[in-house]
């Protein structure tokens, strides 16, 4: 028996691949083939654009599979999306581990000010279902078109506003638009079927690899940091260590010494070993971490 994965392709097929090799699956992807090879005999993927991935999970085709919530609710809007369950939450993004946020924009130099200054007008955009439930809410009438992309180019002459993913705001700025709502935020899901997670082989290996996925997200920006420090200094060396939740502290052979085991942001490590090494602290060793299981 085999699980069935589909993975993102595009914008999100590269951090994709790099946060399964993290989690412990190395994917291998040939340019000739949209079946990439896997380090697990139990499980085979098959490369699937986001936006499609709803639609191959909920016909059986694909067990399970990677996209945003943005595509899930995209496929619910004209479908009937009880059958794509949603399995874990996995925020990260194709620049940054976090969310997208997909925002109405216009010209900089244009009038609008609220969705509802649209009235009449045209909004072009590549997720248009949400798009049309969004002004369906706001009680405004507006013609959404699909955009086939280079979204951002098409104000003032091809459509009045857009509706476009960003993560920065850097593209939708240099092009010289302004938001004025974010339509909704959007982060990546492992989603399955309801046939697969009635399977208790599939359930569970579609869980295990939940787990495994989200514990490697957990380390993504963090690093181990172990220390040797005299019980004396311990209470100032603690007094310094931010911690997942608390530091390991262990006796060592001295009674005298102890040693710490903590994890800290990786950001704050250049800042932290110089004032650990001031009170006391010695043999300081800094590890990568892979996965963080809670």
């Given at each position: ?90 925020i990260y993004a194709k620049q940054s581990f976090g969310r997208v946020k997909w925002v109405l ?80 935020e959007s982060n990546t899901q492992l989603i399955a079927n309801a046939a697969s997670q009635s ?29 040797n420090v005299q019980r004396t200094d311990l209470e100032a060396v603690l007094g310094l260590l ?53």
């Open positions: 028996m085999k699980l069935k994965i589909g993975i993102p392709t595009g914008s999100l097929q590269d951090a994709t691949i790099q946060l399964f090799a993290r989690a412990g699956f190395n994917v291998y992807v040939s340019s000739r083939s949209y079946y990439p090879a896997i380090d697990d005999p139990e499980i085979e993927c098959m490369l699937i654009r986001a936006q499609e991935m709803a639609r191959y999970v909920a016909d059986g085709v694909l067990d399970a599979g990677l996209t945003g919530q943005d595509w899930i609710a995209e496929y619910a809007a004209a479908h009937d999306g009880s059958n794509v369950q949603a399995v874990a939450d996995l924009a216009v010209p900089e130099d244009s009038a609008f000010r609220t969705p509802r200054d649209l009235e009449g007008r045209t909004v072009a955009t590549e997720l248009v279902r949400a798009t049309e439930a969004y002004f369906r809410r706001q009680r405004v009438n507006v013609q959404v078109e699909f955009s086939w992309g280079a979204t951002e180019v098409k104000p003032p002459v091809l459509a009045d506003a857009i509706v476009e993913v960003t993560e920065t705001g850097s593209s939708l700025r240099a092009n010289r638009l302004r938001v004025i709502d974010t339509i909704m399977d208790p082989w599939k359930r569970t290996k579609i869980d295990n690899l939940a787990l495994l996925l989200r514990a490697a997200i957990e380390a993504q920006g963090r690093v181990g940091l172990m220390l931010p911690a997942l939740q608390r530091p390991t502290v262990s006796p060592l052979s001295d009674d005298r010494w102890v040693a710490v085991n903590t994890i800290i942001e990786e950001r704050t490590v250049r800042e932290l070993i110089p004032r650990l090494k001031s009170v006391g602290a010695q043999g300081i060793v800094e590890f990568p971490l892979n996965k963080i299981v809670l």
